[in-house]
């Protein structure tokens, strides 16, 4: 998922699709142990969008707090 896409999504939409990627990541490291893991990229792309969806999440967070000063 693309940051611009991600911009365009409510807060409370990103907050679910964190959520789903953050079990998603579990889940891919339940696979490794497990051995069942074949495309070990996918950590990667999952960890990544983790930190898009926190980035834009805190930013709306923080535009919301300094709007209200």
Do not use: Y
């Given at each position: 998922?693309?940051?611009?896409?991600?911009?365009?999504?409510?807060?409370?939409?990103?907050?679910?699709?964190?959520?789903?990627?953050?079990?998603?990541?579990?889940?891919?490291r339940?696979?490794?142990?497990?051995?069942?893991?074949?495309?070990?990229?996918?950590?990667?792309?999952?960890?990544?969008?983790?930190?898009?969806?926190?980035?834009?999440?805190?930013?709306?967070?923080?535009d919301?707090?300094?709007?209200?000063?």
């Amino acid at each position: 998922m693309k940051a611009k896409e991600v911009r365009e999504l409510s807060v409370e939409e990103i907050k679910t699709k964190l959520m789903n990627t953050r079990q998603e990541l579990m889940n891919l490291r339940f696979q490794l142990v497990t051995g069942q893991l074949t495309d070990t990229s996918r950590f990667k792309l999952a960890r990544r969008d983790v930190a898009r969806l926190q980035t834009i999440l805190n930013e709306r967070v923080r535009d919301e707090k300094e709007g209200k000063k």
